[in-house]
């Protein structure tokens, strides 16, 4: 019986650190204030969803943003960037 216990443990325990964080990258342009501002909603909104807990489904939520210089062409090729390295789970521009 004792051989049960302890794979019950090892599960409890690496169950929810084994997962992988749910990333979002953000593409702004930073030196925009609107922008700055968009950024600032996105994260409230992000805040207000999870109900402060920044989190989905058992998985930390990991927001990284990039800078665009605010060059539409620019946007397109870190969009794309990020996802041909699987850098981002969800990938959103601020940058219209």
Not at 43 to 65: C, P, Q
Not at 76 to 81: K, P, S, V
Request: aromatic fraction near 6%; glycine fraction near 10%.
């Amino acid at each position: 019986m004792r051989w049960l216990a302890i794979p019950a443990v090892v599960m409890v325990t690496l169950g929810p650190a084994a997962a992988e964080p749910f990333r979002i990258t953000l593409v702004e342009d930073s030196r925009d204030v609107e922008s700055q501002r968009g950024e600032q909603g996105f994260r409230l909104g992000l805040d207000y969803a999870t109900k402060g807990a920044f989190a989905v489904g058992g998985r930390a939520i990991e927001l990284s943003v990039v800078d665009s210089g605010g060059d539409p062409t620019a946007v397109a090729r870190r969009l794309t960037e990020i996802y041909r390295e699987s850098r981002a789970d969800l990938a959103v521009s601020l940058v219209s």
